[in-house]
């Protein structure tokens, strides 16, 4: 995803939609191209898809509103998205943190530490969970001293919020990043010739140019932690109402027979996790046209 | 700026340098330059948090897989690589990988080149639906196949009754590994070929080549970067996939079991190090694509800088 | 249509026997697949049993060959499987109701399946004990103790796993079964215990990492042969196993999924491997493996493993598990009423 946000940002090419559903082009191949994406796109996502709506309405709307709002699902919403938000608002400033010094500051290591941030999405997430429940648990390397402390992550609510922070990193930092490459200098500079100190330029000229980009980052990062399951079920210790994820109650639902349940708790994910992305794409496009006038 | 932070020597005369910075800093153009870098200082700071928090957050926990891998020493490490549940696992990721990546691929690139070189209304929402697969939690992605695929499900009797397998076999594994990295590819390309604009192919179509002619020699050679890396992104989501492949594998040693499928089987039969010693060979394998990555994004880089370059050229 | 990523692996391995076989002449040679789903502690036991059977049929049926697959993972996760299509030959499940939903909900095996075999189709039993840190810090000697303020309790999610089940009943039937006990103060004394519980893990295998690896809880409600396999596997100079006044006889069921193996053709094989189980060698892997055999002979040699216990079973407290299921673990029973007021 990284790419595609760090050239989306810089490129200027959407135009403005008029007249039918296809502006005139002399390139051939868009009724094929068009075609196999909308064939392929229903073969492999929607059609299933499409099959896990139908089957939550064999139950009827009454049933299905008291399944997704019994009070176990509505803690486990509680739980899944109030981690989430934190983890994307601590990413948020950890994000920001490693792309600026990432895009600012020349010094040893930089490159593989430029690297590193992308673990997270290299590592398959069960890894990632079986790691970080063995670093983070009371008896590991990071979690005995937390526990001196009297902080315990693994199996409560922080080790959720760990486990989010770790696999929508890479999201924030490779957002943000490329904005702050290709923010020109000459701005800053025009600040600070017009006497602005350099906290006041950051808040009035860098801040409003990277504002999307954080906020793009926030989104796929706060969306990318609503779904995981993975890494979470290790380290959350899965007590109903307090450390129960979403993703994890489906599963309960289905180890119970409970078909039409379960996928009545995933449409409404879906339907959420889909309101986000359609929000993320737009405000990258209002972005764009922007940048392009 | 100095070109390195870490190398500049913290020496007696500090106090005597700071006077001269403020000296320097107090003239016009040092002023400009102190105000549109930070002080060391800062700079120090955010260097040294940064480095706390990868180091934290993800350093750590990848040292740890290391670390518990070979706590029997080398050979009980590899006595977990070689057996042979740890091959077939390697063997069924392998194939998983090896079908759903270039399916990816074709999609991604007709997607890319209907998304980026025409306008039709809905592009938002159709681009909207390529990303889903990628916000979608995996236990659903799995949850889906079953629903169709499985004996209760929409097509399974037939299947069963015509003795093809599909769930619990390997179709399955691979039509959820496809599922978890679709967007990849696409979303990749897209932006490239945006960038590229039209006008290169539209003076090839004006001059006689056909369509094909016009993708390969001209449309091809500008994204085979992005390619690589869209094919890089997509192939290291497919071999860490979880979550998905879990709900519809059956987990039958040796034959239905992925790598990361293998790690938990290890894990749940109190052979720690083994996990993660298998685990460990993923990580490796997430280091190296990090670097091959990191290879292909300097190409992406040059790829949409010669684009721009040309683009102000012509103009 | 099936790509097997094993045959690459099958024919490594069985190159030499292919050979020698066609050395011998045996042109007719037929190779059987039969797959065990089972659930996760039983991962070394019929590790045991399949190498036995194997090697005992293989010489009755000479030039044939026979592969066992194993699926292990949470007893429901599994029904679940087969249920969506997953083609077991044999189920071996952790717990009556488990099997019985192969029925209820897909029609996979006669209603009747419970008396197939003998022992209501249980060819070994076990119980829930207690596995406490060495030399017993918390002084943990019966079930009442584990209500006490302080002791952390580790034992998977009922709703997920099998043996959890057991546990919840264990416990409850403990407190019912009390002088003066009654179905308020069962309720009230499984309500004590599982507040004093910090980490519900959907498996019992996913427990026993957390009780064994993180070092989390005082005492871990365990299946008996899990918690021998823990001491054996991880250290006897670590654990003990306590043994409760009294516990629940746990009869984990085996059935042969008849519509699968009869659209496979493997009815016979799968019928004998079952019956394998009941047989004195049967029985002897059971008892090595720190389940209780049927067969006294086999309960006789493995005694020192075995204390006697007061056991109850499900039927004379609860009325059979259809019943204990819908009235404990179903959605908005006993169990989600401890959590949710």
């Given at each position: 995803m990284s790419a595609s946000s760090q050239s989306s940002i810089r490129t200027s090419l959407t135009r403005p939609f008029k007249g039918p559903f296809k502006k005139r082009s002399v390139l051939p191949g868009f009724g094929l191209t068009f075609g196999y994406t909308i064939f392929y796109l229903s073969l492999i996502v929607l059609i299933p898809l499409g099959a896990l709506f139908l089957k939550a309405f064999t139950l009827s709307l009454p049933d299905i509103w008291a399944t997704v709002t019994a009070p176990r699902v509505l803690a486990s919403y509680r739980i899944t998205f109030g981690a989430a938000f934190i983890a994307a608002v601590i990413n948020l400033f950890v994000g920001l943190l490693i792309a600026w010094v990432l895009a600012r500051y020349e010094f040893k290591g930089k490159s593989i530490l430029d690297a590193l941030v992308d673990l997270p999405f290299a590592l398959p997430t069960a890894v990632a969970g079986i790691a970080l429940t063995t670093v983070f648990s009371v008896n590991g390397w990071l979690g005995a001293p937390l526990a001196e402390l009297g902080i315990k992550v693994a199996y409560t609510p922080i080790g959720i919020i760990v486990a989010?922070?770790?696999i929508s990193l890479p999201f924030?930092?490779?957002?943000?990043?490329?904005?702050?490459?290709?923010?020109?200098?000459?701005?800053?500079?025009?600040?600070?010739?017009?006497?602005a100190n350099r906290w006041q330029t950051f808040r009035h000229v860098i801040f409003p140019v990277l504002a999307p980009s954080l906020f793009t980052g926030f989104a796929l990062g706060f969306a990318r932690a609503l779904g995981e399951y993975g890494s979470i079920v290790f380290i959350a210790g899965n007590m109903p109402m307090k450390t129960e994820i979403t993703p994890l109650l489906i599963i309960t639902k289905l180890e119970q027979y409970q078909y039409a349940e379960a996928t009545a708790i995933a449409a409404v994910t879906l339907t959420i996790s889909f309101a986000l992305l359609f929000l993320i794409n737009y405000v990258q496009w209002r972005n764009r046209r922007r940048y392009s006038l | 700026m100095s070109p390195s932070v870490f190398s500049t020597p913290d020496s007696p005369s500090a106090a005597a340098a700071r006077a001269r910075a403020e000296e320097v800093a107090n003239t016009p153009s040092g002023r400009l330059r102190q105000a549109v870098g930070e002080p060391t200082w800062v700079r120090r700071l955010l260097i040294g948090l940064a480095l706390f928090f990868i180091a934290l957050i993800l350093l750590v926990p990848l040292a740890a897989v290391f670390h518990q891998a070979f706590a029997k020493g080398f050979s009980g490490y590899w006595e977990a690589i070689s057996s042979p549940d740890t091959w077939s696992a390697v063997k069924l990721t392998l194939i998983a990988c090896g079908i759903a990546v270039p399916f990816n691929v074709v999609f991604g690139v007709a997607a890319a080149w209907c998304i980026a070189k025409f306008d039709f209304k809905g592009k938002n929402f159709l681009i909207t639906l390529i990303d889903l697969p990628f916000s979608i939690s995996p236990v659903i992605s799995g949850l889906v196949f079953v629903l169709l695929f499985g004996a209760q499900g929409w097509f399974g009797e037939f299947f069963i009754d015509h003795g093809i397998r599909i769930l619990f076999a390997v179709p399955a594994i691979v039509l959820a590994t496809i599922f978890v990295t679709f967007p990849f590819v696409a979303r990749e390309l897209i932006p490239v070929m945006q960038a590229q604009g039209t006008e290169e192919e539209e003076a090839s179509i004006t001059l006689g080549a056909n369509g094909w002619q016009t993708f390969w020699r001209i449309t091809l050679p500008n994204i085979k970067w992005g390619l690589l890396y869209g094919v890089v992104l997509c192939n290291a989501r497919a071999m860490g996939e979880f979550g998905a492949v879990s709900v519809v594998s059956g987990h039958i040693r040796g034959e239905t079991n992925t790598l990361p499928l293998h790690v938990e089987i290890l894990y749940n039969e109190y052979d720690f190090t083994g996990a993660f010693a298998v685990a460990s060979l993923l990580a490796f394998l997430a280091v190296i694509t990090l670097i091959v990555k990191k290879v292909l994004e300097r190409g992406v880089r040059s790829e949409i800088q010669e684009i721009r370059a040309s683009k102000e050229g012509a103009v | 249509m099936k790509f097997s990523t094993s045959s690459l692996r099958t024919v490594a391995l069985g190159l030499p026997l292919v050979i020698s076989l066609a050395l011998a002449g045996a042109a007719s040679a037929k190779t059987y697949n039969l797959l065990n789903v089972s659930y996760d502690p039983t991962r070394e036991l019929y590790k045991d049993v399949n190498a036995a059977f194997i090697k005992q049929w293989e010489a009755k049926h000479a030039g044939d060959k026979l592969n066992i697959q194993q699926s292990h993972g949470g007893?429901?996760?599994?029904?679940?499987a087969v249920i969506d299509g997953l083609q077991a030959d044999v189920v071996t499940l952790a717990l009556h109701y488990d099997v019985d939903v192969l029925y209820s909900v897909a029609h996979l095996i006669p209603k009747d399946w419970d008396k197939k075999l003998a022992n209501n189709s249980?060819?070994?039993?076990?119980?829930?004990?207690?596995l406490v840190r060495k030399g017993n810090p918390k002084k943990i000697k019966d079930w009442g103790d584990l209500i006490k303020p302080g002791v952390s309790i580790i034992t998977p999610n009922p709703k997920t796993s099998g043996g959890a089940r057991w546990n919840y009943l264990a416990a409850w039937g403990y407190a019912l079964r009390l002088p003066g006990g009654n179905e308020a103060k069962a309720r009230d004394f499984v309500k004590k215990l599982y507040k004093n519980v910090p980490v519900l893990d959907a498996g019992a295998r996913g427990a026993t990492t957390t009780f064994v690896q993180r070092g989390i809880g005082d005492v871990f409600l365990s299946w008996e042969n899990e918690a021998h396999l823990a001491i054996n596997e991880l250290g006897p100079d670590k654990f003990e196993i306590i043994y409760p006044s009294v516990s629940i006889l746990a009869e984990p069921s085996v059935a042969?999924?008849?519509?699968?193996?009869?659209?496979k053709g493997?009815?016979?094989?799968?019928?004998?491997?079952?019956n394998f189980l009941y047989t004195e060698q049967g029985q002897d892997i059971a008892g090595k493996n720190y389940y209780r055999p049927r067969s006294a002979a086999a309960l006789a040699k493995y005694k020192a493993n075995f204390p006697d216990l007061n056991l109850f079973t499900i039927d004379e407290v609860f009325g059979g598990w259809a019943k204990a299921q819908k009235t404990h673990f179903d959605d908005g029973g006993e169990f989600d009423k401890i959590y949710v007021p």
């Open positions: 989010m922070v770790f924030q930092v490779r957002t943000v990043q490329p904005v702050l490459e290709d923010l020109e200098k000459e701005l800053e500079e025009a600040s600070a010739t017009l006497g | - | 007893s429901g996760k599994q029904a679940r249980a060819p070994y039993t076990s119980t829930i004990v207690f042969v999924v008849e519509k699968n193996a009869k659209r493997t009815t016979e094989i799968a019928k004998e491997y079952l």
